[in-house]
């Protein structure tokens, strides 16, 4: 599996599975599950998941697809804003490490900014870290203004800034995806099929038919194109579960890409990063 290096040196994944919407009912439970085993089983290496998702439900789904397995995938969580003081922090990770019956997280990040001044929270990843109960950490839905603040802290990341970026939403190229790719820190991308809506437009579908793949490959596939950008799609069905996995087979010649930024073009203006 290719994978990306983050600013501490240690290897992330370029592909992962999502969990957002996971444990939020009982009734699709069993095949939540049954959908990140068999992820786990086809290998992806990472998932990601947050405390928000089911409020705890995704994180303790993701710890009975764990159950058992004797190669773990890289793990990403998230703390909630409003748990992100010094000590909540510290707090939230453990109840995360609990649900999951993991001794670490891989890569921890902070939800959205609003909650506690990021130097508190910076703080409590550095001490989780030197606790060995965090491998990195790092920040999602940071726009450059936020990153810039981040970055100028004592204690910088560590880790990535997870943001919605993908075929359809393309604003973090004008200026932030290039203002982290000059420091060497990956952008993972949420979202990456616009929660299905892009899968409906015509021209992604016309040329996805041109490469003979299915329109969601071809839009993992044009992530995978994108130096520094590393996925997380969720599917809570083993056949696009399967078939999301198989993007990683899909290249991309010059051409393509050329159709493909005609159909869905890059941004000439700053735009405000998107949040979903
Ligand atoms: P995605 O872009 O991954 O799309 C998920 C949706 O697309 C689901 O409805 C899924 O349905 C469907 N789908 C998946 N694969 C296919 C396929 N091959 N063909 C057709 N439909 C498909 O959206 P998400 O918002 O879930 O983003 C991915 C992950 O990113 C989240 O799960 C979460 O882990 C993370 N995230 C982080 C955020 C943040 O603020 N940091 C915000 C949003 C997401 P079905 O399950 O029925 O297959």
Known sequence: MRSCKLPSGAEMPVLGLGTWR???????RAEELDALKYGLDLGYPMIDTAEMYGEGGAEEIVGDALAGRSIRPFIVSKVYPHNASRAGTIAACERSLKRMRLDRIDLYLLHWRGGAPIEETFEAFYKLRNAGKIGDFGVSNFDLDDMEDA????????GTNQVLYCLSRRGP??????????RSIPLMAYSPLDQGELLRKAPLRKIADEVGCTPAQL????????????TIPKSSTRERVKENFAALDVKLPPKILADLDRAFPPPRTKQPLEML
Request: glycine share 14%.
């Open 151 to 158: 970055a100028g802290l004592d204690k910088g990341l560590t």
């Open 22 to 28: 996971m444990g939020e009912t009982g009734r699709r």
């Open 219 to 230: 839009a993992l596939a044009w992530l995978f194109a994108q130096p520094g950008v590393v």
């Open 173 to 182: 190229e004008f200026d932030l995806l290039p203002w982290m790719r000059k």
